[in-house]
């Protein structure tokens, strides 16, 4: 079952823009990670928010996260287009931390 | 490059046989996770292991079995293939527990014919 659900499944946008993915989840957690993977490739972590943290940078990433609502949201500012891949929202379930469970995704593609 | 190390990079069988992929974690990382990519889809949590031992169960099919050997590399055996365990194989690291991110292998992919 998956524990966080990416919204929108896919994203087309031009170069420049900023990019905006959400992530829901269903229960308690201790963080949340957000991961890029290029078509076919291995994923790549990015960025991870710990459950007492409400926004992160790194570059032109910015994650911010609501713990009350259950989300999160990755935020690509001025896009490339190596920007373009799948990101992926990750969290660990609360109650056994040993497992990460991943979302279903956002396909970002960036038209030049 | 991740450091994490996984072979066969392609793997082509027939139903009803038996693989072994093989993942050599980074340098030092003792838990290992084993995760399973269909097309188009998002990654389903098989299973995970720190320093040799059984950590977290995920939706693993009974058919499915992983362990991590001493040297903490690790093992995913897949017997009587089905067609639909056609996917991409991934085993990723971490320093310890799932408090650390997550470093991938470039994956396994698996194709059964």
């Known amino acids: 079952s998956q524990q966080g659900e990416e919204d929108p499944q896919a994203l087309s946008i031009q170069e420049g823009e900023n990019a905006t993915m959400n992530c829901s989840y269903k229960t308690s957690i201790n963080n949340l990670q957000w991961y890029r993977q290029n078509s076919g490739r291995g994923l790549v972590h990015l960025i991870l928010i710990r459950s007492n943290e409400r926004e992160k940078h790194s570059g032109r990433l910015r994650v911010t996260l609501d713990t009350s609502k259950k989300s999160s949201s990755l935020l690509i500012t001025a896009s490339r287009a190596a920007d373009t891949a799948s990101y992926f929202c990750?969290?660990?379930?609360?109650?056994?931390?040993?497992?990460?469970?991943f979302g279903s995704g956002t396909r970002l593609s960036i038209r030049p | 490059d991740s450091g994490v190390t996984q072979t066969p990079k392609h793997l082509i069988t027939a139903t009803g046989q038996r693989v072994t992929l093989r993942c050599s974690p980074r340098?030092?990382?003792?838990?290992v996770y084993w995760y399973q990519q269909s097309l188009d889809q998002g990654l389903q949590f098989l299973i995970q292991y720190y320093n040799g031992e059984e950590r977290a169960k995920g939706n693993i099919l009974e058919r499915f079995s992983a362990q991590q050997f001493p040297d903490l590399h690790s093992e995913l055996n897949l017997s009587s293939l089905e067609l639909g365990d056609s996917a991409l194989y991934f085993c990723?690291?971490?320093?310890?527990?799932?408090?650390?991110?997550?470093?991938f292998g470039s994956g396994t992919q698996l194709s059964v014919l």
């Open positions: 990750a969290t660990d379930l609360g109650s056994s931390a040993s497992k990460i469970i």
């Open positions: 340098s030092g990382d003792l838990s």
């Open positions: 990723a690291s971490s320093a310890q527990g799932s408090y650390e991110k997550l470093f």
